[in-house]
């Protein structure tokens, strides 16, 4: 009677939780199913009952790597699976799920529990939020990506030569991409050209073809990269640097809209966008004499000026959250995301390589990282030293409030202290900016900024 009893009660609790439960016994046959996992998975629990697990689940990982299968083999729980089921209508539903195994006082294992959540919502947010601070492929929402996500209607409908400066790794060629993709030349070829990466001789032939017979080995025409994004966009990615030779060629074919293949008797009219991309200041290298004052300002009537991934921390998390998602599906994988002691330290680093180094970083720990969270361990080497850990306070305290010190810390560094502008850096109000040093104790930089004007 009493046993009977506990089992009612037990039931009462499992069947009011919001996360499915389910148990089998050592043949995989499901002992138990609450009400929110009939929710989840459209299935009565009278009809789960007695059936295999992966009759009723249908997950893409049943067959290949059952966390229920490698906790009764392992005796070791499995915490944080991202996977999906597939109802009986066809219908996939995301779900997180934890697996631990099921024990009599003695020790001896029965069975197993498994316990899921239902992560539509969730993965409805997420869209909702990444369409929210997503351009093209460019994610971001700080106020600097943001004002850029403003101009680049207009810019992409001006059908003017446009410079993109940068550091490497900050997205040039998307924002190239995305140029063209808004324009009325989307239809047509974008071609990217790295001028960095060719001596002269090669690059002159590439860009503007050859006519057969031009050299020995010119047994037949070929055309340049101009010829072939005709109607479209080209994007001379490092032009800086390209030689003074090169520079006064390309300034012809800005000015006059046409090119001459090597060999050729006529120059041939093109009509073709040119977007330009640089990671060196080529103002300063117009001012060394390296690089033509009339070609800059050709190439320049449009300047867009991408921030470093220091400039946009706040940008991290959203970064990560979509790297995550897309190497999900490139290595067909369900890794859940990130430990918050990983993206702390992630916010911590001072990436040299920006967005590039981030991705790679996320590239590292799916490789080593097979299910749950990627952690500590899973990133570079240089992440698990002391001496990284040592570079910022926050990580060792490894607390988020540490983490918005510094961000609030950066943004008044990087308009010397004027708390009006750092504010509207990290989106937030001014009355919440001044609460939140008075409350983090954040000494003010040795200047107010209040004279600065933007």
Not at 142 to 168: C, K, N, W, Y
Not at 207 to 217: D, I, N
Not at 283 to 300: G, N, P
Not at 419 to 424: E, G, P, T, W, Y
């Amino acid at each position: 009677m009493a046993s009977k009893i506990v089992k009612r009660h037990q039931d009462t609790i499992l069947n009011s939780i919001n996360e499915g439960v389910f148990t089998v016994d050592l043949n995989w046959r499901i002992t138990s199913f609450n009400r929110a996992a009939e929710k989840i998975t459209r299935v009565r629990s009278m009809d789960a009952i007695g059936r295999p697990c992966g009759e009723v689940f249908r997950t893409s990982i049943c067959e290949t790597a059952c966390p229920m299968k490698q906790t009764l083999a392992t005796g070791k729980p499995m915490v944080n699976v991202m996977t999906r089921i597939v109802t009986q209508s066809g219908n996939q539903i995301p779900i997180r799920l934890s697996t631990a195994p099921l024990k009599e006082k003695d020790g001896t294992v029965v069975g197993g529990v498994e316990t899921f959540q239902d992560l539509t919502q969730v993965e409805q947010l997420r869209k909702a939020l990444e369409a929210n601070y997503t351009f093209e492929d460019i994610i971001g929402r700080t106020p600097v990506m943001r004002d850029l996500f403003q101009m680049m209607p207009q810019i992409a409908e001006s059908d003017s030569t446009v410079l993109i400066s940068g550091a490497s790794g900050t997205g040039k060629e998307l924002f190239a991409r995305a140029i063209h993709n808004l324009s009325d030349r989307k239809k047509k070829p974008f071609i990217a050209v790295n001028c960095g990466a060719l001596p002269d001789t090669l690059l002159e032939s590439e860009l503007f073809g050859y006519r057969a017979g031009a050299f020995t080995g010119a047994r037949k025409n070929k055309p340049g990269r101009f010829a072939l994004a005709q109607g479209g966009s080209i994007l001379l990615d490092e032009i800086g640097d390209i030689s003074p030779a090169m520079q006064v060629r390309l300034l012809r074919v800005l000015q006059e809209k046409r090119i001459e293949p090597l060999g050729a008797v006529h120059p041939v009219a093109v009509d073709v966008r040119v977007v330009a991309a640089a990671n060196q200041d080529l103002e300063t290298l117009v001012r060394e004499k390296k690089f033509r004052k009339d070609l800059f300002y050709r190439i320049r009537v449009v300047e867009l000026k991408l921030p470093d991934l220091q400039q946009r921390r706040m940008d991290i998390p959203l970064l990560v959250d979509h790297m995550v998602g897309k190497f999900n599906r490139l290595k067909n994988k369900d890794i859940a995301g990130v430990s918050q002691a990983v993206m702390l330290r992630l916010m911590a680093h001072h990436y040299p390589g920006n967005v590039r180094e981030l991705e790679n970083i996320i590239e590292h720990g799916f490789a080593l990282c097979h299910s749950g969270l990627i952690e500590i361990h899973h990133l570079p080497p240089e992440f698990c030293m002391e001496s990284d850990r040592k570079r910022a306070d926050f990580t060792e305290t490894r607390t988020l409030k540490a983490m918005e010190r510094l961000m609030i810390e950066e943004a008044l560094a990087r308009h010397s202290g004027n708390r009006r502008l750092a504010a509207k850096d990290l989106g937030i109000d001014d009355s919440t900016l001044y609460r939140k040093i008075r409350t983090l104790k954040i000494s003010p930089p040795p200047t107010d900024g209040r004279s600065r004007k933007k």
